[in-house]
């Protein structure tokens, strides 16, 4: 009892002392709907429709506008033009994103491409993924390996005949194993074994999403962040280092072995001497 009185006394107490101690007045900030003190911008059709919704504040506050979430604040585009601006224009100077505090995890948020800084390192990560995954060239190289894993389905659904098979768990498998053969040659996915699957690459990748949906009161008052009272950053972390324990032992064999003749993902980044860290960061975002 005094354990929950306490977690409620600090949800209460820290986001007030934030907003008096840290609160600013920044300038030149675009207009926005009236925000609440620490509760920020209410919006009760957002989350239903949030296109709608957003369309409907543009014709009032224009094409940029400010929401606040919480203490933070949110500068929403909500033209093409003005898209065009934040995306093409000035995206240097805003290609800063926003990183929910539940995926920064030590040893792995520093490496990831999704959100890393816009670093020199991120630069040369994102011209390997243009180049080695999404390239014309390696799309058309990897034909044969898509043909092969659909046609692995279409064997499973035809073995199937008559019985009841629940339709997207095989095509989330079928995807799942042909991102496993451009990677690192491996499938991840097995037609026949549904409860290894759910204990394997297809349910870790579930929870992760599950944990990414959680409401996080940390990225609303970020003095919240350190504690990680609702446990997200710690689940997610525990995913995390299973996921790459699923992959460690490959990258060791491959590493060990010196043989680079599978012309993988995994081989590209062990070439580019990529580190161990480096590298389940980087296979992590390949899901």
Request: one cysteine or more.
């Amino acid at each position: 009892m005094a354990a929950v009185l306490a977690t409620l006394l600090l949800l209460f107490i820290v986001p007030i002392v934030y907003f008096i101690l840290i609160k600013r007045s920044p300038k030149n900030l675009p207009p926005g709907p009236p925000a609440w003190p620490l509760i920020g911008t209410l919006l009760p059709k957002l989350k239903k429709q949030p296109h709608l919704e957003l369309s409907k504040l543009a014709r009032t506050y224009g094409p940029l506008m400010l929401l606040k979430f919480g203490v933070e604040p949110v500068v929403v585009a909500s033209t093409q033009d003005a898209a065009m601006q934040v995306l093409k224009t000035h995206d240097r100077i805003l290609s800063g994103r926003f990183a929910p505090h539940s995926v920064r995890i030590k040893g792995y948020f520093e490496h990831s491409m999704v959100w890393a800084d816009c670093t020199d390192y991120w630069k040369m990560v994102r011209k390997i993924w243009r180049t080695e995954l999404f390239s014309t060239k390696m799309l058309d190289a990897q034909a044969g390996i898509r043909e092969r894993k659909v046609g692995e389905l279409m064997g499973f659904l035809r073995r199937k005949e008559g019985e009841v098979v629940r339709f997207a768990d095989v095509i989330f498998g079928c995807i799942l194993n042909i991102l496993g053969s451009v990677v690192f040659n491996n499938d991840v996915y097995d037609y026949d074994d549904e409860i290894d699957n759910e204990k394997g690459m297809k349910g870790m990748i579930r929870q992760l999403m599950v944990l990414a949906a959680i409401p996080n009161l940390a990225d609303l008052y970020p003095l919240l962040g350190s504690s990680d009272f609702q446990g997200l950053r710690k689940a997610s972390a525990e995913c995390v280092t299973r996921m790459n324990e699923s992959w460690s032992k490959i990258v060791r064999e491959r590493r060990e072995s010196g043989d680079h003749s599978r012309n993988d993902f995994l081989d590209v980044l062990i070439q580019q001497n990529f580190s161990d860290p480096q590298i389940d960061a980087l296979l992590l975002v390949s899901y």
